[in-house]
């Protein structure tokens, strides 16, 4: 045999792979080309509504498709709910086509780089810490508000003098009243458009921008504002013109069969004003369950919304309306689900660790976190939290940490003790009755793990914000122990904490058992801040275990439900599409049996009318996706059982895992510093000089003083070395920035600012000991 024919097939798979890779990259630039044009072309066409070019293409528009059965209902619905459902249908196609990308040991630049998306342009103000793209779209939006509020009004005032200038001037100030009432609630329903897409948590298209639901929110939270605005001055424009004539009760009591019906549309204004007051930053820190509660008016605020304005005008804001009635079903669907708790562990600073059982083909990321539900504690609270542990950690389990500091996590705590108890009183042979019964919601998080792409990363913790850190310091771990694509080769770990006692939260994680010759590939770094002590505790240096544990009685396919909407996307892509379709075939079935046999023209009965058409086409047509869904996970899990069984030995569970803990030194260099709180300018200055001309990632988990600090650095840094670079035409070193969720826990500004500025004990240690100490 010729020498070099062994190399053949391999030659040849690699040109297969090659022009696979061709073709797929095509296929996504071309989907890629084709979502931007639709998304451009529907947002202009909104932007130019208000004018007299873009009302001469909608009414053109109309009178080209009026005439179908649908009418004029289903001409608005194609024009402005259509896009934005014919997206999320290219979006599938396009994340299907994607798959999970790997990563590439050449994928890091040598030519650092800024992002829109990721480089802080405003730290301080209302806004938060806004990126170069949020900043773009806030400019937009205002622009927008400002252009739609300014044609529409000059529109106002020329139909008010052209065509009722003979009115006396009282007549004509409320007319040019309750005009630009009717304006300000157009401009209102557009930006409603909008509001429900940010909180779709398992949204494809979510998925197609990689924006997770945590960090979509504050998009949610402007948008509210901005629409209940509109919406608010839409209903005191009125409410002020029909004062001046006397006739405010008779308006507002009235219910128009043909027309706008007054009265629902003072409920949903009711129900939104709820929503909005009690979202505001100071009455949600002093009482979240309210805004938890008045935000579920929701459904009020919707449905009357749809009897005010009628089907056809409704239609102006559904299509995203109902991409939220999707997501919302599929969650409460996974819901339903108990998850057992395998095992449950309270460490001495306040932190509780659960392990949660999962099945095999649910795949998250690292940065996942998921919604909480203990039905012991409460039916109806939902909590959220970072997951603690890697996807690699464990194919059945995942684990997530817990702050004590709210009551609900008080009365966890408290019931994991109480269950620790009994069962250290129980006799060996019998099982304690007490269990915690959990439901969950996810995971979710980003759809690709950026993490994995930046070779030099520096993690940001405060507090409990550690735990999503824990999970990618495993995840690094293990795939360098796995050889499995992994970019980080550089880690620094900046943890700001209160006391010493959080310190053995490190220890939930045992590297050396992950990769055994870690400090070879990893070069690790933890400066650990303990800003309320000025000392090291007479414990510090000792192993401490859990106060309590428990261990509970595993149940058979008791794993969290896979129906969630950042999992399988061909499965989540055929329930948003069969379930668009199912509404088409519902509204045209209600049109041909029922509105035109009947003659139904009241505006608000066809408006509750589509509204239960949504409803019916989300359960009937999505449940059926649902339905097949699950089974196809049953038999997943019942195969991955089958194989799993006959090779039952190298699968570890959690609770025996936690025997092999803290079995050897950890080779990694940990500094703890006293007194003192992180200095960002040293820390930023000293990792830009080491790791010259990259991309440095920064990740940040902690309240937002810590978040504000960082991205202040990250700015003063990014800034100052462009400078730099335009006078000596150097390379340069970019801090690109993330944030991820703290738990949804509102950590002490004194967990970054020390009682003790100006104290600067530190201690180094190595391998587990200490070997040097100063002052």
Known sequence: MDEN??????????????????????????????????????????????????????????????????????????????????????????????????????????????????????????????????????????????????????????????????????????????????????????????????VARGSVLLRLIDIPFEHATRYHVWLGHLTMLLFTLHGLFYVIGWTIEGRLKQELRDWKNVGIANFPGVISLLAGLLMWITSLPGLRRINFELFFYTHQLYVVFVVFLALHVGDFIFCFAAGGIFLFMLDRFLRFCQSRKTVNVLSARCFPCGTVELSLSKPENLNYNALGWIFLQVRELSWLQWHPFSVSSSPLDGKHHLAILIKVLGGWTAKLEKLISSISEEQLETKPFLQPHSKITASIEGPYGHESAYHLTYEHLILVAGGIGISPFLAILSDVLHRINDSKPCLPRNVLIVWAIKTSKELPLLQTVDMKSICPFFPDALNLEIQTYVTRQTEPSLEEGHVMEPVNSSNFPVSKKCGMSVLVGTG?????????????????????????????????????????????????????????????????????????????????????????????????????????????????????????ERWENFDIGVIVCGPPTLQTSVAKECRKQNLNRINNKSQNHSNITIFILHFEPSDGVDISREVVESDHEHSDSWRVHIAGEVVETGH
């Not at 024919?5 to 996504?28: F, Q, R």
């Not at 998304?39 to 009026?66: E, H, M, N, Q, V």
């Not at 103000?125 to 900043?135: N, T, Y």
């Not at 003979?166 to 005009?179: A, G, I, R, T, Y």
């Open 5 to 198: 024919s062994g190399y053949e097939p391999l030659i040849l798979k690699e040109e297969g792979a090659n022009n696979k890779t061709l073709w797929v990259s095509l296929a996504k630039w071309i989907l890629r080309v084709v979502l931007w044009a639709i998304f451009i072309a529907w947002a202009a066409f909104i932007f130019l509504y208000p004018s007299d070019y873009g009302t001469d293409l909608y009414r053109k528009w109309s009178r080209a498709t009026s005439g179908t059965l649908f009418g004029e209902t289903g001409s608005i619905f194609l024009l402005f709910s259509g896009p934005i459902l014919l997206i999320a249908f290219l979006a599938t196609v396009y994340l299907i086509i994607s798959g999970k990308e790997e990563i590439h040991e050449t994928k890091t630049s040598r030519y650092p780089r800024f992002r829109l998306w990721t480089f802080p342009v405003l730290v301080d103000g209302p806004f938060g810490v806004v990126s170069a793209a949020e900043l773009i779209g806030i400019i937009l939006l205002t622009a927008y508000v400002i252009w739609a509020v300014s044609v529409l009004s000059i529109k106002n005032r020329n139909i008010v003098y052209s065509l009722f200038h003979h009115l006396p001037s009282k007549e004509q100030s409320v007319l040019m009243l309750e005009l630009t009432g009717l304006r300000l609630g157009l401009i209102g329903l557009f930006c409603l458009t909008f509001l429900f897409l940010p």
């Open 568 to 688: 399988h996307i061909l499965w989540s892509g055929l329930y948003v599409i069969v379930s668009t379709l199912g509404l088409v075939i519902t509204v045209y079935l209600l049109d041909i049996l029922y509105i035109n046999p009947y003659n139904i023209y009241y505006w608000w009965y066809k408006g509750l009318l589509f509204i239960a058409c949504m409803t019916i086409s989300v359960v009937l047509f999505g449940g059926l996706v649902i339905g097949l869904w699950h089974m196809w996970e049953r038999k997943t899990s019942y195969k991955e059982e089958c194989e799993n069984s006959t090779n039952t030995s190298s699968i570890v569970h959690p609770q025996e895992a936690q025997i092999h803990k803290k079995t050897g030194q950890e080779q990694y260099l940990n500094i703890i510093r006293y007194g003192q709180r992180p200095d960002f300018s040293e820390i930023f200055g000293t990792m830009a």
